[in-house]
């Protein structure tokens, strides 16, 4: 027959025992409160067992007590131990999970009109002309009279324009910024003026009403239509490829003197015909001419003194020709699918 002595010791290793592991699987802060309460509280199950101290005389008491004192601090000193490992965990602020697929990172890119636009200013910058800029919103004045254009003028029906109110409209070239460059500087003068320009086309897969032009201008003592073809034929030579051929047609604006019309040998066929060319075996990229003597006129410059050449071209169509895009308006769209090609 066992001893309540003999009892008591039992049920204080049983309850060490038992603690220990349950503390051991506590999956929480809160859940290790509840085992301290349940194990070590004021009406916890050790001092249920405490409450029998009365039956053992008093030679027997302090073996228990001290028993149930190492029992207390063994089952304490773990409570604490992982209470304070929760803690730790939560001060660290959220945990990485590593299993957790990434996110893939957005990269930026050049923007294919721009990319052209870019392209063809720094060979203009190598063959000596600088880059400028003008205002988008232009007077009357110097969208067409300065260039030579009065607005009762045949040439002024190829622009539809939208005008902003009375002699004000959205610029319809870059052609502006000529009379704006030649009114600020004497010559010498060897501008390319990329920028916007504005008319009123149907939005179609090969115009919009709003689109981007690369102008140029020379104007110098003594300049020649064979400087103008030089230079012309070297910017397609460095930007179409050394085999790529130029070709010259009359033409007519209202600003030069005489026209030109700018042909490059299509690139698809090398010049033996194709769709894309219309089986002409070219490819039209910019209306350009000598400058005309009323130009200079209307803008102080001698024109018994100074001549000059001046082009203007449409990077978005040069880019649909260099990407083969069948329609202008992906330009436009800003679909990421087509523009990630471009990145
Ligand atoms: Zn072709």
Not at 16 to 45: F, H, I, N, P, S
Not at 121 to 136: Q, W
Not at 278 to 285: A, L, Q, S
Request: hydrophobic share 40%; glycine share 10%; charged share 25%.
């Amino acid at each position: 027959m066992t001893t309540v002595i003999e009892e008591l010791l039992a049920q204080l290793r049983d309850l060490e025992r038992e603690g220990l592991e349950a503390v051991r699987a506590g999956g929480d802060a809160g859940a290790l409160e509840a085992l301290r309460t349940e194990y070590l509280g004021r009406k916890g199950r050790l001092t249920g067992i405490l409450r029998r101290l009365g039956e053992l005389s008093a030679e027997e008491r302090p073996a228990i007590g001290a028993e149930a004192n190492r029992v207390k601090e063994a089952l304490g000193a773990l409570l604490d131990e992982r209470a304070a490992s929760f803690a730790s965990a939560a001060d660290d602020g959220p945990r990485v999970d590593l299993s957790l697929p990434g996110r893939a990172r957005w990269q930026g890119g050049v923007h294919p009109v721009s990319l052209v636009i870019d392209e063809i200013c720094d060979i203009f910058r190598d063959l000596g002309f600088s880059r400028v800029a003008g205002p988008e919103v232009e007077t009357v004045e110097y969208n067409f009279s300065k260039l030579n254009t009065p607005l009762d003028h045949p040439a002024a029906d190829m622009h539809d324009t939208f005008y902003l109110s009375d002699g004000v409209v959205l610029r319809t070239h870059t052609s502006p910024v000529q009379a704006r460059v030649m009114e600020a500087f004497q010559p010498p003068v060897r501008v390319v003026v990329p920028g916007m320009a504005y008319r009123r086309d149907p939005f179609d897969a090969s115009h919009a009403p709003g689109f981007a032009q690369v102008e140029g201008l020379a104007v110098d003592e003594g300049i020649t239509f064979a400087d103008f073809k030089a230079t012309i034929s070297e910017f397609v030579r460095r930007f179409f490829g050394a085999d790529a051929k130029t070709r010259f047609r009359p033409s007519f604006f209202p600003f030069t003197e005489p026209s030109a019309e700018v042909d490059v040998s299509c690139r698809i066929c090398r010049g033996a015909g194709c769709s894309a060319c219309k089986h002409t075996g070219w490819m039209e990229i910019m209306g350009s001419g000598m400058v005309h003597p009323s130009v200079f006129a209307n803008v102080g410059y001698d024109p018994e003194k100074y001549t000059g050449y001046a082009f203007g071209m449409g990077p978005a169509r040069i880019a649909m020709q260099r990407y083969g895009l069948p329609d202008i308006r992906l330009l436009y769209e800003s679909d990421m699918r087509f523009l990630k090609q471009f990145v």
